[in-house]
């Protein structure tokens, strides 16, 4: 980190803690759908703790979701702190939405994800009550644009 990734508090900007977050969501869904993807939607992003400089970030992912075209990837950072022995900390996560793209930049299929743990399909399901919230917020705001 440098001066340019640092706020005036001594902690690494939100938005620095975002783009690592936005590139390791779009290194999985590659991964998962065999080819490139891109960002459609942040469902979420909670910084609970601030990163100070010096400590040392883990970016931990998963594909929670799938559609046809599109993906949730969620996203969990943890920090060591440099100067202390204790457990990570848990400084932020988040919750991505990206379509998988062909050359053309034209949506393309995905393979569905079969949650195979518990864990996998509470993820599975958290993941489709955001993807609920976020359609019908869409719709919702589309719908007041067009009163008069």
Do not use: C
């Amino acid at each position: 980190m440098d001066d340019h990734d640092t706020n005036l508090m001594g902690t690494v900007h939100g938005g620095v803690l975002m783009k690592l977050v936005d590139s390791l969501a779009g290194v999985v869904s590659a991964r998962h759908s065999e080819g490139a993807s891109v960002t459609a939607a942040i469902d979420e992003m909670v910084f609970r703790v601030p990163v100070r400089v010096g400590d040392v970030l883990h970016l931990h992912a998963q594909v929670n979701w799938t559609g046809l075209t599109s993906m949730e990837v969620g996203v969990r950072a943890t920090a060591d702190r440099w100067d202390r022995s204790v457990p990570p900390v848990h400084v932020a996560s988040a919750y991505v939405v990206l379509v998988a793209v062909d050359d053309d930049g034209r949506p393309r299929a995905v393979p569905p994800i079969v949650p195979e743990t518990d864990e996998d399909r509470r993820r599975h399901a958290e993941a489709g009550i955001r993807r609920a919230h976020r359609l019908a917020r869409r719709a919702a705001i589309t719908a007041s644009r067009t009163v008069a």
